[in-house]
């Protein structure tokens, strides 16, 4: 048995959750009726039933409304990570490039237009439903951090063709894209109704926290989609962290699963000392500054709970 | 001579230029002393004279230091594009990929913190002054907006390695991102010092008027640089309108110039009436506004002064 971390002491759970998840379950299985994203039937319950129940320990205290964005534009993600990038999008990346400029049409301001086919249409659907609840500031960084996100899969996409040998240093850069995290990072204020000002945005335990839980969230699914992804791709390593540091550094997968463990736990120790830090009782922290806190907390809390998720199982 | 577009009656000219230019062309040169993005000494102060030229007619009433950004910017597009993206981004549209990955690694909000070669300092200076000098919002809407015309140069190589056969309407919709007139539009409120409200911004006036500007600078660009295009590539069609209408209704070259020419007369005239209804004396606008429209106007008049620059003269 592979190591796992144990962030137990930075992150002891149980983690809260929404009491909205039954209905975002309902409304995600409604949403995929309209919006074909996902041919197998049971994929389809899968993938619900998983980010609903995850979305619902990612904004634990979102109203029903907020909850549902996140879930489909997160839902969104995965599905089109699914279909067209990953095995598809390495195959072919023109392709994947050429489905992702069909999204970044010139439109509305910051909008992503979509295109007509299910995916284009669902993306415009979730995304006039976050621009109507955000402010517009809110809304040009979620859609920058979505971007990203697709940018992350077309790099991702190429590496894969080209035999994924990448560093280390450079797969770590990139991986917060990757696994979207920044994407749900930027979600968090349209969705709980607070606003950073500029400086509290660029304050340096904030900005350390989020790199914590950036790291976390990619580190952590890398450790527990492997021997998933290893079965999917045929029994060749993954394009992950596993894979790449054991070549780095000249060890077995084992060894390579011990360190990622120890700097998944680093990590969260490093994020629970800032979450504790902006949320003192006595902390200069801002009220957003706090609440802001508090969502990057369950935010990586709900990347620890899906270690133990079934999608990720062994 | 193939027929180009008369846009005097819509965009006269003379147009006003910056008393700033001069300053703005030595600025350049330094500039590209201390980021050596162009190898080739007579390039780089071709280079440095159109952008500085053509940035003095975009923003003349821009301050020295607005210019400034909004040059070192168009110039870092420009030069970027020559060296890694166009023929050689078509050669290997995964190093370029991989290259514009470096630019978008999680660091500052909305940062893009470039990496350490000479592109990527430079970009990281650039940025860093704009964002001094821009609102959030209006940086976060700049760097989105980059984004997208790094993405669509990502679009345009994998296109040109594929074959170059894509539909027009696929075409046109990229092309405003890939001739950067959206990038500039995005400079032009940090750059001159207005904001729009999201009302103001997404009044359909505005947007009809971006509408047509976008496509305008395409179009010209197209018409403009069609020999020289051809000649640096062998003599091949270059990837651009010329070639995919002829191809798509079955006309020679000429004739596509033809209809060309009169759709730029067309998006001209649409921009001209959109400009008169927003900055009328009796018009319901408010002052930013119409200062937009104003920027629009002269972002338009240089795309059109370009023409009959020595660059992209046949």
Not at 7 to 14: E, K, M, Q, R, V
Not at 267 to 278: D, G, M, N, P, S
Request: aromatic content about 8%; overall charge negative.
């Amino acid at each position: 048995m592979r190591r796992l971390p144990d962030l137990t002491d930075s992150f002891p759970g149980p983690f809260p959750v929404s009491p909205h998840a039954p209905h975002v379950q309902a409304q995600l299985e409604e949403w995929l009726t309209r919006y074909p994203l996902i041919g197998s039937e049971r994929a389809r319950h899968a993938l619900c039933d998983i980010t609903a129940h995850g979305i619902a320990r990612t904004f634990p205290t979102a109203d029903a409304a907020g909850l549902e964005i996140a879930a489909d534009l997160l839902l969104w993600l995965t599905a089109f990570d699914d279909a067209h990038a990953e095995q598809e999008g390495a195959r072919d990346p023109a392709a994947l490039v050429r489905r992702i400029a069909a999204f970044l049409r010139p439109g509305a301001d910051g909008e992503l237009p979509g295109g007509t086919d299910p995916f284009g249409a669902a993306l415009a659907d979730v995304l006039a439903r976050a621009r109507r609840r955000a402010a517009p500031e809110q809304y040009v960084r979620l859609t920058s951090a979505l971007r990203d996100s697709l940018y992350g899969l077309v790099w991702e996409a190429h590496e894969l063709a080209g035999g994924g040998r990448v560093e280390v240093a450079d797969y770590r850069a990139m991986r917060p894209h990757t696994v979207f995290v920044r994407t749900v990072v930027a979600t968090a204020e349209p969705v709980l109704g607070y606003t950073l000002t500029p400086d509290e945005r660029d304050a340096r335990p904030v900005r350390e926290l989020e790199s914590a839980v950036g790291d976390l969230a990619g580190w952590i699914n890398d450790l527990a989609s492997y021997e998933r992804e290893r079965k999917r791709s045929g029994g060749r390593d993954p394009f992950s962290l596993p894979a790449l540091l054991a070549a780095e550094h000249g060890c077995d997968v084992d060894k390579a699963f011990e360190m990622i463990a120890a700097m998944c736990e680093e990590e969260a120790r490093r994020a629970r000392a800032r979450i504790t830090e902006l949320t003192a009782p006595d902390s200069a922290s801002s009220t957003a500054t706090a609440t802001h806190a508090r969502a990057l907390e369950s935010i990586a809390a709900s990347y620890v709970w899906h270690i133990g998720h079934g999608r990720y199982g062994g």
